[in-house]
């Protein structure tokens, strides 16, 4: 039996609807467009590629977007006084410094400088220690995306065996804590694999549902998966270019392997992907709420 396709891209486009209803609904009641800065330091590609996705999602949905693009020598002291001139701006309910920063700039620094209140990457540690206790606060996006994706779909995550490849702060680490949570797709039983895990194979076969995040194509090939696995591919790499030049993505996944025993799959690209944005323009609307 062929696995069911975990569409991002889908799932991505109902929720962005939801969002331009209470877009809509916060401007009529009581006058509020949620606000969204996005401040890019140098001229990475792939960033302004970000950054411009963004802003583009903004627009289609009512978010008022600001732009900042600072040169690649702009210093430390400038950006840290841009936050805070952002934090104290009404009109701004959430803030996001395009990564990674110039080498000479602290990277904690600046993010620990950004109103948790308008923290909408969930990146604060404010925000990030409210997560690890299941209190109120914005979760990251990419992460939130995944847990998004396995209740929409329906995958029953309580008392599932949860086997999860990459410990990355951005999401191994917050992906563990949002499955452990005593809520909707949690109270998930939950396994944590990195580069420094014996046997990976050993953990990987006992997954009921696999989430993998470790930046390298195919960490995960079919041997590794039992029949029946629900499998949340969170990884794109570039693999090569086509004969007109377009890139070619990968996930961190063997997916032709993969899905032959998989129950539920996620495609690269078109899975995880798309829901980051989305969840980023979430953030951003439960901040303007939150200042009423």
């Known amino acids: 039996m062929a696995a069911k396709m975990i569409s991002g891209t889908e799932t991505a486009k109902k929720i962005r609807e939801e969002i331009k209803t209470e877009i809509a609904r916060l401007k009529e009641k009581h006058g509020i467009t949620p606000g969204l800065a996005t401040v890019l330091v140098g001229d990475d590609p792939a960033s302004k590629v970000y950054v411009g996705a963004k802003e583009k999602s903004c627009k289609n949905l009512g978010v008022y977007s600001k732009r900042v693009d600072l040169p690649a020598d702009t210093s430390e002291a400038d950006l840290l006084a841009l936050v805070d001139k952002l934090n104290n701006d009404p009109e701004i309910h959430g803030i996001l410094v395009q990564l990674p920063l110039p080498k000479h700039i602290n990277e904690p620094r600046v993010l620990y400088a950004i109103d948790p209140e308008k923290d909408v990457d969930g990146f ?6 409210k997560m690890v206790i299941g209190g109120d606060c914005f979760l990251p996006c990419t992460p939130h995306g995944v847990i998004e994706l396995l209740v929409r779909y329906g995958i029953k995550t309580e008392g599932a065996e949860v086997v ?12 563990l804590n949002l499955l452990l949570q005593k809520r909707e797709g949690g109270n998930a039983t939950v396994t944590l694999c990195h580069t420094r895990t014996k046997d990976l194979a050993f953990h990987t076969k006992r997954a009921d549902i696999l989430i993998v995040a470790t930046g390298h194509p195919k960490t995960v090939t079919g041997d590794m998966v039992k029949e029946g696995v629900v499998v949340i591919d969170v990884g794109v790499n570039r693999i090569g270019k086509t004969a007109e030049g377009k890139a070619i993505l990968a996930g961190d996944v063997d997916f032709e392997s993969v899905k032959e025993k998989a129950a539920a799959i996620t495609p690269v690209p078109g899975g995880v992907g798309p829901m980051t944005i989305v969840m980023l323009m979430k953030n951003t609307l439960q901040a303007a709420r939150n200042s009423i």
Do not use: A, D, F
């Open 124 to 129: 604060h540690p404010v925000n990030v220690g």
């Open 164 to 175: 999860i490849v990459g410990r990355s702060n951005i999401v191994g680490k917050p992906v």
